[in-house]
């Protein structure tokens, strides 16, 4: 074993013992997390120069913040409104909040604004902490320019709250204790024990980019709290367009990416596109050199991995660079092709599961391509015990679970099992997640039906959404595919479309098959959703908000005329053509940038980004989402 590492592990050993011989509170949490002053906690950049931020001058950050909150509205026990995307002004306030005597709410920003002032209301919340003033009640505390305070007596509070994901738009929040987060800290230990690679440092250094959402319970524990607490570093990259995220990435040598599955595919979908659009050649030496590196990996995990990254650096060099060493996937199914794709190249993806409402609580850690493509969650860590019950569904409990909730206002004290609605099998002692017990439907031969399982057979590029659900009632539901596509999207596609829908159901075997498909102009997800509740699409079909039409009654409409040569139009295809790596002429008025021209969600960030330096306006104040020319001309127009 390399020096470093075992350094690195003996680190791991003697915060681990730090925290079980503590009273596992914030307090200590915080006092350990800031025991050494010199480690480099975060790295910064203005896209010129990288600047370091070591842990003791952040302590001084949160100290000095927390006097001045002291003064400004004294240690109230209640809880303050912590409203920021992801920066070093988030850690301040997030501890300046528990050491002043109050307790942070972290304000999900992907909610609808309507659900998270309810939340606010429902926490009797009375103050607001970011960078920006938004439309949430209550009066606004600019962390930036806070007034200097006198010291004070740190009076710690010791419990947090975050919400769910809103796909169902029920007020659920989640209460945690120091204990909780402890547990939950302590649970990396033996991770990095396990599986070497977690720990491996590129010159000296474990850096993780910060681009899960720390609102959010998989930014929260599994990049924050997982690193910082052994002196790792957190890397912000100053946006999250496409292009600053891989810049940051290689200019600061980021070793660890955790993102959810939607990143994952879209830059699989990238990279094969422009692998495609190679000559023969060049695709068959791709081909034969992923199959060499999976090959060896199964043989032997850190020499195939060593060659994938000598091999394939021409992939790596345009995406994270060639320091990425370990990487996770959470939140949703993420395909095998994706997993084998990145493993392949030398980023190991492993999948991993957890929820707002238990914490973190296994992730996949064995190393070879054979095993990860399994698609496995793994095994729950050392907090955490699961069960199946009759139903095949994931029972949880351990000392790291949530043990206090509010749904819709109620409380609710979790003591023992949670049911999680998650159907998983068990194989060798791993865990697979096939679909949600919730969604379940009744096939004609009496079997429960995965709507998962289906939804994953279909790729329909023509589609802004689409979901398959059980619609009727007992033996008359049936398995139903509705459809969300753009209202001018021409006849030649959309008959094209339906007919690829109606191949690949006939490939399924009969008890899986749809009977009833419909189309939609209506949205079916919660406007900041990445993915589509089906309880959310229920309550919209059941309040009339989701109209469907059958596919063989769907009626052509023809797009407003639109010149996409006037000044606007023609500025913004002249923006939008070497970001999406197609031809200007490739860009139509109702033209879809990413199911159409196969951009990847960074590709789409990094356009809003650069529109918004040619158009003065700002897009992250909009609840919409902007996919053809004729969205985002439309929208340029109404702003100014």
């Avoid at 891989?246 to 595919?265: D, G, I, N, S, Y």
């Avoid at 729950?380 to 019950?389: C, G, T």
């Avoid at 109620?410 to 003591?415: D, L, Q, T, Y």
Wanted: some cysteine.
């Amino acid at each position: 074993m390399k020096k470093y590492l075992r350094d690195y592990l003996k680190l791991v050993k003697t915060n681990i013992n730090a925290l079980n011989n503590s009273d596992k509170t914030f307090k200590s949490v915080y006092e350990i997390m800031f025991g050494n002053p010199a480690a480099i906690a975060a790295e910064t950049s203005d896209g010129f120069r990288i600047r370091e931020h070591t842990y003791g001058e952040v302590k001084d950050m949160i100290e000095r913040a927390s006097e001045s909150l002291y003064a400004r509205i004294g240690a109230t026990r209640g809880y303050v409104a912590l409203d920021m995307d992801n920066c070093l002004e988030w850690i301040v306030a997030f501890w300046a909040i528990l050491r002043s005597g109050n307790k942070p709410y972290l304000v999900n920003r992907r909610h609808p604004l309507n659900m998270s002032k309810g939340l606010i209301e429902t926490l009797g919340i009375k103050y607001i902490i970011g960078k920006k003033e938004t439309a949430l009640p209550g009066e606004f505390i600019d962390i930036t320019a806070l007034p200097e305070g006198s010291s004070f007596e740190d009076c710690f509070e010791n419990e947090i709250a975050l919400s769910t994901s809103a796909t169902t738009l029920k007020q659920v929040v989640c209460f945690y204790t120091g204990n909780e987060i402890s547990e939950q800290v302590l649970n990396a230990g033996p991770m990095f024990k396990e599986n070497m690679a977690i720990a491996v440092h590129v010159n000296g250094r474990l850096k993780q980019i910060c681009f899960l959402p720390f609102y959010h319970v998989f930014g929260l524990i599994a990049v924050y709290f997982w690193h910082a607490f052994y002196w790792n570093t957190m890397v912000f990259p100053k946006d999250m367009s496409g292009e600053t995220l891989m810049k940051t990435c290689r200019a600061h040598e980021v070793t660890h990416v955790f993102a959810v599955p939607l990143l994952w595919h879209t830059i699989e979908k990238q990279v094969m596109r422009e692998i495609n659009n190679k000559d023969e050649k060049t695709r068959q030496r791709f081909e034969k050199g992923t199959a060499l590196c999976l090959k060896v990996q199964n043989f032997s995990p850190a020499l195939g991995n060593w060659l994938s990254r000598k091999l394939m650096t021409e992939v790596t060099d345009k995406l994270f660079g060639p320091t990425v060493r370990y990487c996770i996937s959470g939140g949703s199914y993420i395909k095998e092709s994706t997993l084998q794709l990145f493993s392949a190249i030398g980023y190991p993806l492993h999948n991993g599961y957890g929820m707002s409402e238990v914490g973190i609580t296994s992730t996949e850690l064995r190393n070879k391509p054979s095993e990860l493509m399994q698609n496995s969650v793994g095994r729950p860590f050392a907090s955490i015990e699961y069960k199946i019950d009759e139903d095949g569904v994931l029972l949880v409990k351990g000392n790291s679970t949530c043990k206090r909730m509010l749904i819709n206002g109620v409380e609710k004290i979790n003591e023992g099992w949670y049911n999680t609605g998650d159907i998983v099998d068990c194989i060798d002692g791993y865990y697979y997640i096939r679909g949600r017990k919730g969604d379940s439907v009744i096939g004609e031969n009496g079997e429960n039906i995965n709507p998962d399982t289906i939804e994953q057979a279909f790729d329909i590029p023509e589609a802004m959404m689409y979901s398959v659900i059980g619609m009727g009632e007992g033996t008359d539901e049936k398995l139903t595919m509705i459809v969300r596509i753009n209202p001018y999207l021409n006849g030649a596609k959309l008959s094209g479309m339906i007919a690829n829908i109606y191949k690949t159901n006939q490939t399924l075997p009969l008890p899986m098959q749809i009977r009833d498909f419909y189309i939609t102009y209506d949205p079916i997800a919660s406007e900041t959703a990445i993915k589509v509740g089906r309880q959310y699409l229920k309550n919209a079909l059941a309040d009339g908000r989701v109209k469907l039409t059958p596919f063989n009654e769907v009626k052509f409409t023809e797009a407003a005329e639109f010149d996409v040569n006037s000044p606007l139009a023609d500025k913004v295809r002249t923006i939008a053509a070497p970001i999406l790596g197609v031809e200007k002429e490739d860009i139509g008025p109702d033209t879809h940038v990413m199911h159409e021209l196969g951009a990847s969600s960074l590709q789409y960030f990094t356009l809003l980004t650069e529109l918004s330096k040619e158009f003065p306006i700002d897009y992250s104040d909009s609840n919409n989402y902007f996919y053809t020319l004729r969205d985002f001309c439309e929208y340029i127009e109404r702003q100014i």
